[in-house]
């Protein structure tokens, strides 16, 4: 027997899309999904007031969310994820500036919690040696939970600019960009061949860049395990097969990735605490989902 309606605050994409063509799971059980563009403006709301039974949330925003004792539940399963190392550019002219080159340098990203900048920041870490506080961080927004605050080498800039405008009229030296991406000219990605160093450092790392995940308000999780249990059945059957596979749909598959963002997290200043993949998934785990 189908369940009450239930709020769930996705993005478009295969697996947001088959639920919004169907508009309940397979046993029925109606979805209540609000049109929300982009996504990343639910993840506050989420966050900060459990707006929705179950959201859509950038990882970062996910892990601070827990580890402040805001009561949402993260679910075992990657909603978005992909390369990270073209999502840094520069201006084309300025081939100088490369990842060894960045200590010192001005880099523009919408916030400094957004978990494309720490995906970078880990990679830049990894390529070059090279710290979070090694640079000047400008941003946007604030961060999406809202007892963080930005570490000291983080400047915030007027919310209207644009982060290209502002790499073209020097500004910034360097921008980190998500799906808004520049496909100009003007512009060229910091890491030479970004793709096939992507490629190399996933097939080296093993570790999935993941970006979004799902997580559910604590009492509606509680009060509704089943319905939750049916949505990542339905989610799972409409994940997109790619290769390489980036969407890892389990505890067990997204356990050494989210190992990684613990650490880069930790090291970059994005949580209060200290956190482990078994503390962030034993509530699922304690409700039968994995």
Known sequence: MAEAPFTLAIGRGPMGDALRQAGAL???????LPEIEPIHRAFAPMAMQQRFDVAEMAIVTALQAI???KPIILLPIT???RFQHRCIIRLACRPELT??????RRIGVRAYTQTTGMWVRAILAEAAGLQAADSQWLTQDPAHVAEFADPPFVT????????PAMLRDGLIDAAILGNDLPEDADFAPVFPDPDAAARAWFDRTGVVPINHAL????AFAEARPGTLAALLTALRAARPRRDPDLLPDS???MAHSLAHVLAASEAQGLLPRRMTVEEIFAPARALGLH
Do not use: M, N, W, Y
């Open 99 to 104: 990842p060894g080159t960045l200590a010192g």
């Open 215 to 218: 997580v559910a308000s604590r």
């Open 67 to 69: 580890a402040f004792g």
């Open 251 to 253: 505890a067990a598959t």
């Open 79 to 81: 909603l978005a994820a």
């Open 26 to 32: 397979p046993d029925g059980t109606p979805v209540t």
């Open 156 to 163: 915030h800039v007027a919310p209207g600019l644009k982060l």
